[in-house]
Structure formats: C-alpha cells, structure tokens
C-alpha cells in the first residue's frame, strides 16, 4: 500500500528526535518540521498529532508540541528500525497541497514537475498515475498535463455534502432500487476490518472504503444520474479530504455507523435508511466543517 505522506513525516522525526538526541521537553514547531523536510505544514500537524497519540510527543499547553519521556528514548532505536522517505509519495502530496494551494497553474508540462519536485522521470510517471487514476489530472496532446476541478473551498465543500444529502437518500427510495447482497457484505467486512485496525489506518483507507460503500448504495438505486453524480462529487472532493487533519475517533463512529447503515438496508427497511444516511451526512458534514475552523 503507497505510503503517505504523513507516513514518511511520523518516521522521519522520530529518526530526527532519536539522530539528534533530543532531551525531554524539547519543542518541535510546525514551522521548523515543515522547513526541515521542505513540505507544507498541513501534514507535519498530522504527524505532530499522530506522534503525541503514540506518546512520543506530548501537548503543551498553548498548542504546541514537545519531546516527551518516550521520545527521549528513541536515542537506543537502531537507525535501520525506521522506513526511507517514499519519494513517490512525498511528490504526490506535495503535489496535492500546491494545486489546492494555487501556487500551480492548470496546465503544467512532465519537465516542470520533474523540475519542480525533483524526481526521477520514473517516479514521475508513477505519481501521474496515480493521480490520473484518482481522476483529478488529465493527459493533455503531447507532455502536457491539466488539473480537473477539485473542491477547493469550505463552501463548496459544504455544498457538496448538501447535494450528497439530497441524492443519495433520494436513490434509496427510488423504485428502481434493488439490494446486491453480495457487495454490500462486502463493504460490511472491510467497514469491520477498519474498526479493527483504526490505529493504523490511513485518510486514504478511510476514504476509499468509505466512498465505495456509498457509491455501492447509490448503484442499488438503479438511476444512473445518482450514481454518475456522487462518483463526480467523490472525485472532486478526495483531496479536500486527504488534506483534512485525520480523526480516528470520528472515523471509527462513522465506521460503526456504516453498519447500522448497511444492517438496515439488508434487513429492507429503506425509509428507516434513507433517515439515517441523511443524519449520518449531516453529522460528518457538521463535524467536519468545525475541524477544519479550528
């Protein structure tokens, strides 16, 4: 499974804490992690925050973080106990937060992206892969790349939630709407195999399992047009949740409440399903728009 970027952030101070020694107590800043490792500071916040759940940093009073008793200790780890940088990775992330940034144009040719993030032309190519495939980049005639649309802002992220409250209740109670058993047990054992291990899940596990889940359930609906408008808006809306900071708390509810969810459609209560998909979208929209204010 690709390593994100946030991956590589936890691993890298904590061979950064253990290289240099620091003692208990020592304060690590955003601004100085970021200039360290040359990323943006949204993901050094998740590895700061990820980190301080491990007990290798701890929260200071005013926000901050600082070295605490078991990270003194990683000065004893072995320097090969921590993974490399994954530099696919690294280019793909950074890639990400310049486009929703707009410090990158929409059009941006294979030499300036080699150039820019400095990868091999090898890992270039893996990385436009990869982001091709998610939907949010497109080949242009020769070398030329484009940027598709994404969700860039608070309001239209909002928005999209709003639309995803009005379609995907509607498709369950559309006439057409027939239950396929058979992938929705399946999304039942992947939303049970999260739950199990949420500690070490990433925001792109959550997302994908979570969006087929209910692109699964739109597909039950039968209407093409729900169906082809929540994978559009899934599309547009992926980096705007990579990017969010990572609750595990609140992805393990959603997690539990996606069995309800599913445990009700089986059992053919599709008005009690239709309620609860709207509270749940509701719910996440809400909470989620209050992180990301804070």
Request: glycine share 6%.
């Amino acid at each position: 499974m690709p390593r994100r970027i946030s991956d590589t952030l936890v691993l890298q101070i904590k061979q950064y804490i253990g290289a240099e020694r620091l003692p208990v107590g020592t304060r690590l800043t955003e601004r100085a992690l970021s200039a360290r490792f040359q990323v943006s500071r949204s993901p050094v916040r998740e590895a700061l925050q990820r980190l301080a759940g491990e007990g290798i940093l701890e929260e200071q009073a005013d926000g901050g973080h600082a070295v605490a008793h078991a990270g003194a200790l990683l000065a004893a780890e072995p320097e090969h106990s921590f993974a490399p940088p994954d530099p696919v990775e690294q280019a793909y992330f950074a890639i990400a937060e310049d486009r929703l940034a707009g410090n990158l144009p929409e059009r941006v040719t294979e030499n300036e992206f080699a150039r820019r993030y400095d990868i091999t032309r090898a890992q270039l190519a893996a990385v436009l892969r990869r982001m091709a495939q998610e939907g949010w980049i497109e080949r242009l005639p020769g070398h030329g790349w484009r940027f598709r649309p994404v969700l860039t802002s608070a309001d239209t992220y909002d928005q999209g939630y709003r639309f995803r409250i009005l379609i995907e209740a509607a498709g369950i109670l559309e006439p057409t709407f027939r239950i396929n058993e058979p992938a929705l047990a399946r999304c039942r054992q992947q939303q049970r195999e999260l739950l199990e291990r949420i500690r070490d899940v990433t925001a792109a596990d959550i997302f994908d399992a979570n969006t087929l889940l209910h692109e699964t359930i739109a597909e039950c609906s039968g209407n093409v047009f729900i169906v082809d408008s929540l994978k559009r808006l899934n599309s547009l809306r992926r980096l705007m949740e990579y990017r969010k900071s990572f609750d595990r708390e609140a992805a393990a509810r959603r997690c539990r409440e996606h069995l309800d969810l599913i445990d009700l459609l089986l059992a053919g209560q599709r008005d009690a399903a239709a309620d609860f998909i709207r509270l749940h979208l509701r719910d996440a929209a809400r909470e989620k728009s209050a992180r990301q204010a804070a």
